[in-house]
């Protein structure tokens, strides 16, 4: 029966701390991988481990064509391969591509392993002080103004409602933007943390009401970020 590893990446490219040595271990009892990115994937496992020979792994594409990838990746169970699923950053299937092949490994009754690694929501959820017992995590708000802040009055009010904490990112180059629009449009007393190079040397997570972020707000211009809203109690 074949074993499918989901191989954890960092978040940050000095994070390697944040991987258990395991990571490694696990790599190597792969002989096929399935990569979001496959040159900054070998990249990565390089830096892993500088005797790692890549090109003993055969390696397939996350997210070209589905039903293609799809099939490569039963053929390579059915043949009882160990398989390596590595997304570009964090953990794959949570935020990132690898459930399509996960679903089907499933179906297929692997061995399914998922190792331990960063998280950029679990991480800046535990580092923000808001409620852990209840929280969602809802992707990307909507590129139009007006949805945007219809999606971001609706989050509020569900925050409050059921006391629960909701996480959303954005692309890097719109962080600013964003965090304007939260300043704004929310009441004065909703928490919002922003987590910013979570697992770099230059780490920062912090919570604050609105209020206080709109005395003074951080330069997130392209950088990886995270947003945490809690309207709650």
Known sequence: ??????????????????L????????????????????????FLKALDRSIVIDHFEWFAIHKAEEEQLNQFKEKIKEKKNIAIISEAGCPGIADPGQILIAAAQELHCNIKPLVGPSSILLALMASGMNGQQFEFVGYLPIDNAERIKKIKELELASAKLN??????????????????????????????????????????????????????????????????YAGK
């Open 1 to 18: 029966m074949s074993s499918i590893y989901l191989i954890p990446c960092t978040l940050a490219e000095d994070g390697f701390d944040a």
């Open 164 to 229: 629960s904490t909701k996480i959303f990112i954005e692309t890097p180059y719109r962080n600013n933007q964003l965090l304007e629009t939260l300043v704004q449009q929310c009441a004065a007393n909703t928490k919002i943390c922003v987590g910013v190079n979570i697992t770099a040397a230059n780490e920062s997570i912090v919570t604050q009401s609105v209020a206080n972020w709109k005395k003074k707000k951080p330069e997130l211009h392209k950088q990886p970020a995270i947003f945490l809203l």
């Open 20 to 43: 258990p040595t395991y990571v490694l271990t696990a790599v190597k009892d792969c002989s096929v991988i399935f990569a979001e990115n496959e040159r900054t994937a070998r990249r």
